[in-house]
């Protein structure tokens, strides 16, 4: 089991930011190239009033920030150097769906692909497209804004594929600013693969990726929610990956770089529920030898070696 593409967090609220220019980018870039990576996703085009490139669309219509430097096609550029693939992760209003005004969400967004596309499309790295609204539950409306959003980016572009990353609503399901590291129950296997299988009938068609977050859950329920994910992935037509965290959610400290021997044991996991894909969130703060954590790039070693042994080298 191996990761093979990574979230780009440069656009965060709960994660220090490393002020990388390209110069460092480039170098994380190949960092990535070096262990297998091959894909990268843009977590999210802006959240609030905080943006990666120049919209037009977001400046005047949400009132956010112009950035100073167009990031897009900055990691587009990086992406087609580095013979690596795209994906756009759409605009996080922090405001709109987390109030469950999912249709003002998903009109702000359809201004934002059909510009991105309009701006970036021509692009060779240009992949495919992430919705960045992150859920759990079947909660109304959440299922209908990826099936919306997705099938407006997948028909301007061609068909160029969806992905979303929902997460389990497990006891380790907190917001970042709540002190503890698990709380008490969390959602049942048999509630989670219910709600889920719902989500996917209305989604299927308009969403080709569900990527899983594995850090919500003990180690011990892991292995069940992730054969649960893959069959329900394999029921209703979508390709099933884990996203392998690679922060640890156990600390009293948010966020850290995790333990290998909690990454070995979670991409074994993966491997065993069937899984043959892993995107992690994310490399370049947790497992990046030129991270401002220093046990970044021990896990980079760490991995390096495990990579080494799976080929016999």
């Not at 609030?48 to 990691?75: C, I, K, Q």
Request: proline share 4%; aromatic share 12%.
């Amino acid at each position: 089991m191996r990761i093979s593409a990574t979230f780009l967090d440069e656009i965060s609220h709960d994660i220090p930011h490393q002020n990388w220019g390209r110069r460092e980018w480039d170098a994380d870039f190949a960092h990535m190239k070096a262990i297998g990576i091959d894909t990268v996703v843009l977590i999210r085009c802006g959240y609030r009033d905080w943006l990666t490139y120049p919209s037009a669309s977001l400046v005047n219509g949400a009132h956010a920030f112009e950035p100073p430097v167009d990031l897009v096609r900055m990691f587009l550029d990086l992406s087609e150097e580095h013979a690596m693939r795209f994906f756009f992760g759409l605009y996080d209003s922090g405001r709109y769906w987390v109030n469950r005004e999912y249709r003002k969400e998903i009109e702000v967004n359809r201004r934002v692909i059909d510009e991105a596309w309009n701006a970036y499309g021509g692009s060779p790295a240009f992949s495919g497209w992430y919705l960045s609204q992150e859920c759990s539950r079947n909660v109304d409306g959440i299922a209908e804004l990826y099936a919306e959003l997705g099938t407006e980016c997948k028909s301007i572009s061609g068909g160029l594929p969806v992905m979303i990353s929902p997460y389990i609503d497990g006891p380790k399901a907190l917001g970042q600013d709540d002190p503890r590291t698990s709380r008490e129950g969390g959602v049942s296997v048999a509630m989670h693969e219910r709600e889920w299988d719902s989500i996917f009938s209305t989604i299927r068609g308009s969403v080709d990726i569900v990527a899983f977050q594995d850090g919500h859950v003990g180690f011990h329920e892991l292995p069940a929610f992730l054969h649960v994910n893959k069959r329900l992935a394999d029921r209703h037509g979508l390709s099933c990956w884990t996203n392998c965290e690679t922060f640890d959610r156990d600390m009293p400290i948010k966020f850290l770089p995790i333990k290998w021997e909690k990454l070995l044991l979670k991409l074994r996991a993966a491997a065993n529920a069937g899984i043959r894909d892993a995107i992690t969130f994310e490399f370049s703060h947790f497992m990046s030898p030129q991270s401002a954590y220093l046990q970044a790039g021990h896990l980079y070693n760490r991995y390096r070696e495990y990579l080494e042994s799976l080929t016999g080298a």
